[in-house]
């Protein structure tokens, strides 16, 4: 967008991406790039300096940009099982890439949904929990959560997640109508 002559909006996109994954370090880097052309000088050093953290906090296993492409590359062959309907393959693929980057939030909701396929519900609410206490802000999870609760039987679980929903989110009419199906049962 920012290409495009729409710096604002692309910032926004940045902003958005940020707030499902705070480790996004391209998503930090072009924040930071359009900032400094916007002349928003302090922000766009402090976009910067997040990102370079974020390029050396998982060297351990691999350098940043090589553990990136690792997870994702997991990532799409995990889509590529759940694709083909084969969620116990994809859990493993999506295991792999949450082991390389743990927090990486969408990986480690792509597992949770994998988990729930195979009706490992124990080990889907333990990630989609990790995530909302990295990040509760991340409504998928907190929707998924609701669900995930209200199969297992957890119906006030279910409703404490799905009103955080609509606390978040007023105008989700999906979340009005998870709230309703509870009161209908």
Not at 14 to 31: H, T
Not at 90 to 107: G, Q
Not at 155 to 172: K, V, Y
């Amino acid at each position: 967008m920012a290409m495009m002559g729409d710096p604002t909006g692309a910032l926004e996109q940045f902003d958005e991406a940020l707030k499902v994954n705070e480790s996004y370090a391209a998503a930090l880097l072009n924040r930071a790039i359009i900032l400094n052309d916007l002349g928003r000088f302090e922000e766009a050093s402090e976009s910067f300096h997040r990102a370079s953290a974020l390029d050396v906090r998982d060297s351990s296993l691999f350098p940043s940009h090589m553990g990136n492409q690792l997870a994702n590359a997991h990532a799409r062959t995990g889509d590529l099982y759940m694709a083909a309907d084969r969620p116990e393959e994809a859990a493993t693929e999506y295991a792999a890439a949450v082991e390389i980057r743990p927090t990486f939030l969408d990986l480690r909701f792509k597992l949770a949904e994998a988990y729930m396929d195979l009706d490992m519900w124990v080990d889907a609410r333990l990630h989609l929990k990790e995530i909302l206490v990295l990040n509760p802000e991340f409504g998928g999870a907190r929707v998924r959560l609701g669900a995930l609760l209200n199969r297992m039987g957890d119906t006030d679980g279910a409703r404490r997640e799905w009103e955080g929903c609509a606390e978040q989110n007023p105008d989700d009419r999906r979340i009005r109508a998870y709230l309703a199906s509870l009161e209908a049962s």
